[in-house]
């Protein structure tokens, strides 16, 4: 299996913002049938970075999922994830790896996997791209040794989860 390797540059005051999710391999903790999947990255006073996931489950119930993301020193394109009430962050190696493959110029694309090719996210600031985008993103992460064989790609209608809906959820 090839290794993975994330990018040896990333400015991540660029990547940081919302993200439409395009395509994904499966997540135990996302319905398959998850729809208007988003992620939205914020840098907080302690340069970690507040991860805020939020779809639509399959039955239309909004969903968010809060996380904190730490840059792992000499890697610009990796951070480590955890989704763990933050009283219990504290415990060992409850964090996940989340590193940024391939992005384009523009950083309005992002390739996103993990080292142990468990996990990919297909990302872009709208909600369609370019098919021959997707191509060469997907073509890469199919060189990298990812297998797409399951790749999910959720259904996007124009809505985002809003703090109203989660309120009232």
């Not at 399959?58 to 020193?73: I, M």
């Not at 391939?102 to 791209?129: C, E, F, M, S």
Request: aromatic content about 10%; overall charge negative; hydrophobic content about 40%.
């Amino acid at each position: 299996m090839t290794d993975v390797r994330s990018l040896p540059e990333l400015d991540l005051n660029r990547y940081l913002g919302l993200w439409f999710e395009i395509a994904r391999l499966p997540l135990r903790w996302e319905d398959e049938g998850a729809s208007c999947v988003t992620a939205s990255y914020s840098m907080n006073d302690d340069r970690t970075i507040t991860v805020d996931n939020r779809c639509f489950d399959a039955d239309g119930k909004p969903v968010q999922s809060l996380g904190r993301a730490k840059p792992v020193d000499g890697e610009p394109a990796q951070l480590r994830v955890s989704f763990l009430p933050e009283l219990l962050r504290w415990i060992p190696f409850t964090e996940g790896d989340y590193w940024v493959l391939k992005i384009d110029d523009n950083y309005q694309h992002a390739l996103v996997g993990t080292p142990d090719h468990k996990y990919l996210w297909l990302l872009a600031r709208t909600t369609v791209i370019d098919k021959a985008k997707e191509k060469e993103f997907l073509e890469y992460a199919s060189e990298l040794g990812f297998d797409l064989d399951a790749l999910i790609r959720p259904h996007h209608d124009g809505r985002r989860v809003s703090e109203a809906d989660l309120a009232a959820a």
